[in-house]
């Protein structure tokens, strides 16, 4: 089984900037999709960004053109970036690996979520 850590929430003010790193480790063969999802006090998960293996990335509109997803391969890490945060950016965030074990199968691992808060 694969142990995903999170880092960098915290707390910042309206337009600020905040980078969230998930670092990935077990048994894992190569890593397939990445992505970020958020949930906000009574609201459901949604996707944030994805990024497939070969770098091709996806937004949810919320967040185009302000938010940032990256991996390093090498260190089996999904990053993202986040700038001009918002009032309703607030929410937990969540990394999300798809991956391959070195059983040959295909398997689907959760972070234990970190907390972003815009507030000024």
């Known amino acids: 089984q694969v142990q995903l850590v999170e880092s960098g929430g915290g707390l910042v003010q309206p337009g600020g900037f905040l980078r969230l790193s998930c670092a990935a480790s077990?048994?894992?063969?190569?890593?397939?999709?990445m992505g970020w999802y958020r949930q906000a006090p009574k609201k459901e998960r949604e996707l944030v960004a994805a990024?497939?293996?070969?770098?091709?990335?996806d937004y949810a509109d919320s967040v185009k053109g302000r938010f940032t997803i990256s991996r390093d391969n090498a260190k089996n890490t999904v990053y993202l970036q986040m700038n001009s945060l918002k009032p309703e950016d607030t929410a937990v965030y969540y990394c999300?690996?798809?991956?391959?074990?070195?059983?040959?199968?295909?398997?689907?691992?959760w972070g234990q979520g970190t907390q972003v808060t815009v507030s000024s």
């Open positions: 999300n690996v798809e991956y391959y074990s070195r059983d040959g199968s295909l398997y689907r691992s």
């Open positions: 077990g048994s894992i063969l190569s890593i397939n999709t």
């Open positions: 990024i497939t293996s070969g770098g091709s990335a």
